[in-house]
T-cell receptor
Framework: AQKITQTQPGMFVQEKEAVTLDCTYDTSDPSYGLFWYKQPSSGEMIFLIYQGSYDQQNATEGRYSLNFQKARKSANLVISASQLGDSAMYFCAMRDFNTDKLIFGTGTRLQVFP | DAGVIQSPRHEVTEMGQEVTLRCKPISGHDYLFWYRQTMMRGLELLIYFNNNVPIDDSGMPEDRFSAKMPNASFSTLKIQPSEPRDSAVYFC????????????FGNGTRLTVT
């Protein structure tokens, strides 16, 4: 069965610093995709970055990068040069390509302070 | 593109009443997902459809919950009878195919059952 674990309920980071949000997953399927979403206080779900299980390189999207360690089954999100607007909930998610099911972790609340 | 459209944005109802949540996915998307978000349980996958056919409804909490997708542009999630513990934000999301394309989320329906 699929499982996503985010062990950090909350994180603090100072503006302009980098921060890593942890995500580990479990699946028996070799084909899957990993996603990160941001949910600001307004409530909408915003897609940030994607990593496929067969992708050779770690995904990057602007200030977001994904530290993908397949053997450890981890897909940590790295946000560089944090901004006050990065304060939000961050969710890791996994899509099993066999079933197309997409499940979410419990989220990490990031607070960026000046 | 209008994005995923959910209605209503807010719903307040009394225990025992029937509640119907509506979703219009992005045109051309063949997958539609319903999620429920609460503080205690995070984002739970309730049910998802592929080409209007329900694929996995194992997340539907009880028989009081039902979901339909009569055509490619409309889905409903019905709760009958509603209970206070059903209070949550319900998200609808859609995507094209599987693998890389991310889910696009609606703005959610905040349901309060008194």
């Amino acid at each position: 069965a699929q499982k996503i674990t985010q062990t950090q309920p909350g994180m603090f980071v100072q503006e302009k610093e980098a921060v890593t949000l942890d995500c580990t997953y479990d699946t028996s399927d070799p084909s899957y995709g990993l996603f990160w979403y941001k949910q600001p206080s307004s409530g909408e779900m915003i897609f940030l970055i994607y990593q496929g299980s067969y992708d050779q390189q770690n995904a990057t999207e602007g200030r977001y990068s994904l530290n993908f360690q397949k053997a450890r089954k981890s897909a940590n999100l790295v946000i560089s040069a944090s901004q006050l607007g990065d304060s939000a909930m961050y969710f890791c998610a996994m899509r099993d390509f066999n079933t197309d099911k997409l499940i979410f972790g419990t989220g990490t609340r990031l607070q960026v302070f000046p | 593109d209008a994005g995923v459209i959910q209605s209503p944005r807010h719903e307040v109802t009394e225990m025992g009443q029937e509640v119907t949540l509506r979703c219009k996915p992005i045109s051309g998307h063949d997958y539609l997902f319903w999620y429920r978000q609460t503080m205690m349980r995070g984002l739970e996958l309730l049910i998802y459809f592929n080409n209007n056919v329900p694929i996995d409804d194992s997340g539907m909490p009880e028989d009081r919950f039902s979901a339909k997708m009569p055509n490619a542009s409309f889905s409903t999630l019905k709760i009958q009878p509603s209970e206070p513990r059903d209070s949550a934000v319900y998200f609808c999301a859609s995507s094209t195919g599987t693998q890389r394309p991310p889910l696009h989320f609606g703005n959610g329906t905040r349901l309060t059952v008194t």
